[in-house]
């Protein structure tokens, strides 16, 4: 997420970064030959809502019909290419994008920028409030260990249109209170809420066992 002046070309600049990034370490040698990873990127421009959500712990879920046309862009992509919506294509030089694609255009190259200096936090919130109650023990012990795991994902949708009809307030409420109850669930079945994605007209869980 880039906000403020220059943000559509910072967050294109991350995007090509992390396309390059991978072409340098994205093939991997396993017991059955070489894997070589690729990814797919959207970068779009607008107003989405970042909700804090969660009672065990913090949870956060972007939403909102922009969060959703990046999720769209993101789905309509090929494996090593950058699609950016005509709201951040606006911001960019012809020069830098490439032919249109699925109502957008491809991003040749990164564009300039001046990247956003990192902040140091010293007396910031506690941060275990946004770690799984299974996971802050192990963390702060120092052990590692290597378990199967099983993994699943929970969609919860129609945010946009209940967004629509009820304001942010309420669906924050109303959301919150659907995080909460799939946390409580989630613990009696010994699993864990681990984080959340933004999806196509809502958000999903990530569930892991």
Do not use: W
């Amino acid at each position: 997420h880039y906000s403020g002046e220059g943000h559509a070309r910072r967050a294109c600049h991350a995007a090509a970064g992390m396309r390059q990034a991978l072409k340098t370490v994205g093939t991997i040698t396993t017991a059955n030959g070489q894997v070589k990873l690729r990814m797919s990127l959207a970068v779009n421009s607008g107003s989405s809502l970042f909700m804090r959500v969660g009672s065990s712990h913090q949870q956060l879920a972007v939403v909102g019909p922009s969060a959703t046309r990046t999720v769209a862009l993101e789905s309509a992509t090929q494996a090593g290419e950058i699609l950016v919506s005509d709201e951040t294509a606006a911001y960019l030089r012809d020069s830098e994008l490439g032919a249109e694609s699925s109502g957008a255009r491809l991003l040749r190259r990164s564009p300039s920028c001046n990247p956003t200096p990192p902040q140091l936090v010293s007396d910031g919130p506690d941060l275990a409030q946004f770690l799984p109650e299974v996971l802050r023990g192990r963390l702060g012990s120092g052990e590692h260990e290597h378990r199967p795991a099983a993994i699943s994902f929970v969609h919860i949708g129609g945010l946009d249109r209940r967004l629509r009809k009820v304001g942010a307030q309420q669906l924050h409420g109303e959301l919150d209170e659907v995080v909460s109850m799939a946390q409580e669930a989630a613990r009696e079945h010994g699993v864990s809420v681990l984080g959340t994605d933004i999806a196509s007209d809502g958000i999903k869980l990530l569930v892991v066992g």
